[in-house]
């Protein structure tokens, strides 16, 4: 069983560029969720996808997209990058959305936005 | 979202018990709390989990109040690779799964 993939582990983009984040979940899982590390605080979510639907949103604007693919991985894009973006993105896999069960994370990707 | 209160940071000695304590007086009946760790430069980590009852697992025990309004994680015998942030996490029973994270307790074990 192979766990939470994501790709790349380090990032440097400019202000004003767009990025694309991967992520493979867990085999089996059929639910991914993105979420926003700033330095010093806990994880913030930014959205959920169950089978390829978004189903759940937190509080980021609209350059914030994401996708989910038939095999359930998932990208996160951001577009207009911001200094603020600067973080680390952790993507999360689980196995059903309504279920009670434990979340899988990946090991992040720290973007830097200078 | 329902919030819950830990303290900012522990420390134990290693090969000590370590009792994490989490306050979530505006729990609801159907929130199950939940324990996630963080080590240093990985993605947080499920540890625990729990509705009513005291529950054990081969990572730790939760002991949680009877009013539910506190909970308590024990990692019954510190290693220095128990040294992370433990976040104490409410989590309705239905839903979309997704996790509120805190600022969490930094432990830190003293070899």
């Known amino acids: 069983e192979t766990g939470v993939t994501q790709s790349p582990t380090h990032l440097i983009k400019t202000r004003g560029q767009q990025v694309t984040l991967r992520c493979s979940s867990q085999s089996g899982h059929n639910t991914v969720s993105w979420y926003q590390q700033a330095l010093g605080q806990g994880p913030q979510f930014i959205f959920q996808?169950?089978?390829?639907?978004?189903?759940g949103r937190g509080n980021f604007p609209p350059r914030f997209s994401g996708l989910q693919f038939p095999n359930y991985s998932s990208e996160l894009n951001v577009n207009a990058l911001e200094l603020d973006d600067s973080a680390l993105y952790l993507c999360?896999?689980?196995?059903?959305?309504?279920?009670?069960?434990?979340?899988?994370f990946g090991q992040g990707t720290r973007l830097t936005v200078v | 979202d329902a919030k819950t209160t830990q303290p900012n940071s522990m420390e134990s000695n290693e090969e000590e018990p370590v009792h994490l304590p989490c306050n979530h007086s505006t729990i609801s009946g159907t929130d199950y709390i939940h324990w996630y760790r963080q080590l240093p430069s990985q993605g947080p980590e499920y540890v625990i989990h729990?509705?009513?009852s005291n529950v054990n697992n081969r990572m730790a025990s939760l002991a949680i109040a009877e009013d539910r309004k506190s909970s308590t994680l024990i990692l019954h015998r510190a290693t220095l690779r128990d040294a992370a942030v433990y976040y104490c996490i409410l989590r309705a029973l239905f839903g979309n799964e997704k996790l509120t994270f805190g600022t969490g307790t930094r432990l830190t074990i003293i070899p």
């Open positions: 999360a896999s689980s196995r059903d959305v309504v279920l009670n069960t434990e979340a899988f």
């Open positions: 996808y169950y089978r390829e639907e978004e189903n």
């Open positions: 729990g509705l009513t």
